[in-house]
């Protein structure tokens, strides 16, 4: 049987020797053997396909009729039509045009229309292992021998016995991974980036007290305390210590604030300068807003939204147009190295090219 070979996950080959570290960082990809979340799982019904992307790389991502998710290469074999265009039946899916029908597996089964005397055509498409958890779609698109030793991030808050509070929200960004790594892990911008506006005013961030990296990880501690002039201040709890730790644990990006917040921020890099970003905000307990008392849990339903939208939402859509913003001045000058007094970017930088060469090499 013949397994087409499908389009590389790695558009780009062995980084070309760079005038400086970030050109080599934004040059870099992320190694695609990890598992990367593509989807919240409510935003696929039964028998519907959508197309998903990673790194220039399509992926029919649907779901059966049983219930279960699969992850094909997106194109027909046929005439490379997308699937994603195409129609699910029972645990098959079939092209749009022709009507070539695939098994789950990635293996054609069935094609209706004159074979014109040739024989059945012996194609296999790749799929890709998909799990379920934390509400989101995860799906590993590298080297399956790989796969027993990648795990989930573990996001512990949301599978405690009392969960956290999680305000979920997915946006496209015009920016590498790199620039978005950048904004996260140097919160030197909430001064000023953050502070400008009562809705995002939020924090006051002090001193660098750590920072470094070892193995897979670059770790930042820096005290922080509440700015009392910012909505936060008003539906949030109070921190209980004045630390935020924010990690880049390769590919994905945390920070807790005082023990009462954390936020993971997700990647997908759909192309070298588009990021799909999941973004998951935490936080143990939010108040009625406007009051001293902390909200029932039955009422998270009405919180939820209203957090999303009058304080999560504009502070993390800044820090999404901040990530474009530097994407279009490095797009700009890119052989221009910054002057950048924050150790964290190029701790950072340097994990990003290490993890992406180690990819290539295995590769
Ligand atoms: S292109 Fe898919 S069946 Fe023809
Ligand atoms: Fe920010």
Known sequence: MRTTEGPGLDSSSALAPRRNLRQAACAAGLDPSY????????????????????????????????????????????????????????????????????????????????????????????????????????????????????HLPDISELEAKRPWFCMPQVMVWKASPTMIVNNFMDSTHVSTLHNRQFWTRSLKIGAVTECHADSDRVFVRQNVEMDFGGLLRYTGPTLKTNKQDTCYEYPYLWATVGGAYKLWTLMLPLDERTTKVFLLSLCDGVKIPFTPWLAPRWTRRFLVPLALRY?????????????????????????????????????????????????????
């Open 35 to 150: 598992w990367y979340p593509v989807e919240f799982d409510s935003a696929l019904g039964r028998e519907k396909v959508i197309g998903i992307r990673f790194q220039n790389t399509s992926v029919a991502l649907y779901r059966d009729r049983h219930g279960n998710v699969r992850a094909i290469e997106d194109r027909c074999a046929h005439r490379l039509v997308k699937l994603s265009h195409g129609f699910v039946e029972g645990c098959n899916i079939r092209c749009v045009y022709h009507g070539w029908t695939y098994a789950p597996d990635g293996t054609l089964c069935n094609i209706e229309h004159e074979s014109f005397g040739k024989p059945f055509p012996s194609v296999k498409l790749r799929t890709f292992p998909v799990q379920i958890r934390y509400e989101l779609i995860w799906v590993f698109f590298g080297d399956p021998s790989l796969l027993k030793q990648r």
């Open 311 to 363: 304080l999560v939402g504009p502070l993390l859509d800044a820090d999404g147009w901040s990530a474009e913003i530097e994407q279009e001045g490095y797009e700009e000058h890119p052989g221009v190295s910054p002057v950048d007094p924050h150790p964290a970017p190029t701790l950072c930088y340097q994990l990003t090219i290490r993890k992406w060469e180690e990819h290539l090499a295995k590769d």
